[in-house]
């Protein structure tokens, strides 16, 4: 059984106070290390969302909801993964947080595929997530404040449930990554594809710059686009 664990608002208001570096993903990419080495988890990947860009939204940065992707058997307690992820949030969050996290099991319906989409265009509400999260058999859990993370970590689990949304932060050892390596060389490290954005070809011996590789998610694989540089092929980072 896949599950999906959304996370968002963990940032508070302020994530550059020097000496914290606790933005949402950092928050995620610890409680996936923590479900993986801890509960013997297999952590599959940390993806990124885009929302909604909105003067009437609250957000730190850019919006982007985090997700934890990980396979279990079905006898696993999903509680106590739950629980390890609000440890870690509780742990990690930064003062005047407005944390929130889910939980998806397998697939997201319809209904709750359509008001994910709408939050990445529009201002959703807290009473409609709830709404068609208990249809649906979703789990949310307000960690601090007013709770409003809930929005976005029931998107981020919803969207990337749908396996073509988003990008991966954290997959393979894309993470350890610095300088120039070759396609092929890259291929072994968490990246599936790489396609160059004007549909040139890439070859297999061909250098890429992998100083921050984040791949987009095309049908649960993670496609490294990049654009012809000087010396080497420069990835892009697409929502």
């Known amino acids: 059984m896949r599950i999906y664990i959304g ?6 208001k302020r994530k550059d106070i020097k000496g914290t570096g ?3 993903g950092r928050v995620a990419r610890e409680a996936a290390r923590r479900l993986s080495e801890k509960l013997k988890v297999k952590v599959m990947a940390v993806t ?3 929302l909604a860009k909105l003067p009437t939204i609250k957000f730190t940065s850019n919006n982007g909801a985090k997700c934890v992707i990980a396979q279990v058997n079905h006898e696993f307690k999903i509680n106590e993964i739950i629980n390890a992820v609000i440890s870690t949030v509780k742990e990690l969050q930064l003062p005047r947080s407005n944390a929130g996290i889910s939980c998806l099991k397998n697939s997201a319906s319809k209904e709750a595929i359509d008001l994910a989409l709408k939050a990445k265009k529009f201002k959703i509400k807290k ?8 249809k649906n058999g979703i789990i949310l859990v307000e960690i601090s404040g007013t709770g409003e993370g809930i929005i976005g970590a029931f998107s981020a ?5 749908t396996v073509n949304d988003g990008r991966f932060i954290d997959i393979g050892t894309i993470r350890s990554l610095s300088g120039v ?6 291929l072994k490290r968490g990246v599936d594809k790489v396609k160059a954005i004007n549909g040139s070809r890439v070859h297999l011996n061909d250098l890429v710059i992998v100083d921050k590789v984040r791949p987009k998610m095309e049908n649960f694989k993670a496609v490294l686009y990049v654009k012809r540089g000087a010396k080497a092929w420069e990835p892009i980072m697409i929502d």
Do not use: F, N, W
């Open 48 to 50: 990124r969302h885009q």
């Open 22 to 24: 606790r933005g949402t």
């Open 127 to 134: 009473q409609d997530v709830y709404k068609v999260a208990e």
């Open 181 to 186: 390596m070759t396609v092929s060389e890259l």
């Open 7 to 12: 996370i968002d608002d963990t940032d508070g």
């Open 157 to 161: 689990a919803v969207l990337a449930s």
